[in-house]
């Protein structure tokens, strides 16, 4: 368990997938939390079966960032920041790639985890409290098709190995959790524009991947730990995914 007696956390991407199971779960588990995201219906409805505090904000947005992040502060300390907002935005080859695609990738993956990491970190110093990262093991190893979903998880596992060490000697953990193959309602939906057939191709014959809730579990372990304990990274995949381009699917 943390040492410090507050259990506030933010979430981040709090409306489906990851960081709706990371709100369920933390939830449960007795902390207070603060779950951000665009959809104010689906934060509605999990503020509902939770107790989370919904605050609609875009972490794309200097403004909407801003003012979430002074609803939440005016509240009280923060123990624990959870960046589970992200996405991936279409499979195109490099020559052929959208640039508004990379560029959205960028803002979401990148510069959204950024501005409100930088926004909060003040009061998690205060609180001896914890920067967490949902990167992707797509930030571990390059894939034909995903040069730019893959560049914004490297980009954000970067900042956080080197926030790491920027922040040596003061009293925040900086975690980084990447992903292999997790299968949720929206991410593939998202990625291929809504093509179902091709979100379902993603996970066929690929027994038990990852669920959202797998992942929330390990967020919590590594929040549960003493303060003086930083889970520098953990890659956590399905038994049956070795890496990216070595999947048992069966026939």
């Known amino acids: 368990m943390t040492n410090d007696v507050t259990r506030t956390a933010v979430v981040t991407g ?10 369920r779960t933390l939830t449960a588990e007795g902390w207070t939390v603060f779950a951000l995201a665009r ?26 960032t801003s003012a979430a992040v002074e609803t939440i502060l005016a509240a009280g300390p923060v123990k624990a920041l959870v960046n589970c907002a992200g996405g991936a935005i279409g499979k195109d080859p490099v020559a052929t790639a959208n640039l508004d695609d990379w560029r959205a990738m960028y803002e979401l993956n990148v510069l959204g985890t950024l501005r409100i990491t930088q926004k909060l970190l003040p009061a998690l110093k205060e609180s001896a409290g914890t920067v967490l990262v949902i990167s992707s093991t797509a930030g571990i190893e390059p894939y034909e098709g995903g040069a730019g979903y893959c560049a914004s998880k490297f980009a954000e596992k970067v900042m956080a190995r080197v926030l790491r060490l920027e922040l040596i000697g003061e009293p925040v953990r900086v975690v980084d959790i990447a992903p292999g193959m997790v299968q949720t309602d929206e991410f593939s939906i998202k990625r291929f524009h809504g093509d179902a057939a091709k979100a379902a191709a ?13 992942v929330a579990e390990c967020v919590r372990w590594a929040l549960d730990q003493p303060d003086t304990v930083d889970v520098d990274n953990i890659v956590v995949r399905p038994r049956a995914e070795g890496s990216y381009t070595k999947v048992h699917r069966e026939s």
């Open 14 to 23: 709090a409306s489906s997938g990851i960081g709706a199971a990371t709100v």
């Open 39 to 64: 959809r104010e219906g689906k934060l509605a409805a999990l503020a509902e079966e939770t107790g989370c505090t919904p605050v609609v904000a875009d972490i794309t947005d200097e403004e909407s």
């Open 202 to 214: 993603v996970y066929a014959g690929v027994p038990d991947p990852l669920k959202a809730e797998d």
